[in-house]
């Protein structure tokens, strides 16, 4: 038998992936058109309209099964993020809320339109959350989670707009917010540019499924002796 590590189904790689599994096989739904419902959790965003930069992933979701997320996030109940949850992920709308100001966020915008997103969610008790979230980043790096920053931003409030516009509003402006922010280097043109690039130089925006890969173990058979 080979020395191949033994598969531990608590290992926390594979209870994320459990997570990641469980939503990626939710039916997917119109972002726009969601109805309240109850609980924290994870959830992923599809595009599958016709802004330019966005074509290869636009071609991966214009079907039954869209395959290439253009954002991940988490909504975890309100004191998750300091380790004590303040209240029960069984009451809270946390991930209907979250999943509402993303699509307010689109709405707002001067070039992005709501019937162009779907979305994937799944409710999940609140210690899963993080390690699925995390997992969906790692195996899809998703655009908005990495080379176009801001868009899971809120208002940083009265007195803190000096920092720099995040890029996904220079590329998608229409939020009040961000237009009080100190202007960025970069054009829209060029973070359009950059966006493209690095979607094209992508081998594959529609990852492989959270399938466990374990070395084949090799077995002898030993003739039982009668």
Request: with cysteine; hydrophobic share 40%.
């Amino acid at each position: 038998m080979s020395d191949a590590a033994p598969y531990n189904p608590l290992e926390k790689k594979h209870l994320g992936a459990s997570v990641a599994e469980a939503l990626l096989g939710r039916k997917p739904r119109a972002l726009g058109k969601l109805t309240a419902f109850k609980g924290a959790g994870v959830y992923a965003l599809y595009y599958k309209g016709e802004f330019a930069p966005y074509r290869r992933i636009a071609e991966l979701n214009r079907t039954d099964d869209p395959q290439a997320p253009i954002y991940v996030g988490k909504a975890i109940p309100a004191g998750g993020r300091k380790g004590v949850a303040i209240t029960s992920s069984a009451t809270t709308t946390t991930l209907y809320r979250r999943l509402k100001e993303h699509a307010e966020s689109i709405q707002s915008t001067e070039n992005l339109l709501i019937d162009d997103f779907i979305c994937r969610y799944l409710v999940v008790d609140d210690i899963w959350i993080p390690l699925g979230e995390s997992l969906l980043i790692a195996n899809f790096s998703p655009i908005w989670n990495t080379s176009l920053d801001g868009f899971g931003n809120h208002d940083p409030g009265s007195g803190r707009y000096k920092g720099l516009i995040p890029r996904w509003d220079v590329l998608h402006p229409g939020r009040a917010w961000a237009a009080k922010c100190a202007a960025r280097p970069e054009t829209s043109k060029q973070i359009a540019a950059d966006v493209q690039a690095r979607l094209d130089q992508e081998p594959s925006l529609a990852r492989s499924r959270f399938l466990v890969e374990q070395q084949r173990g090799t077995y002898r058979v030993i003739p039982k002796i009668d």
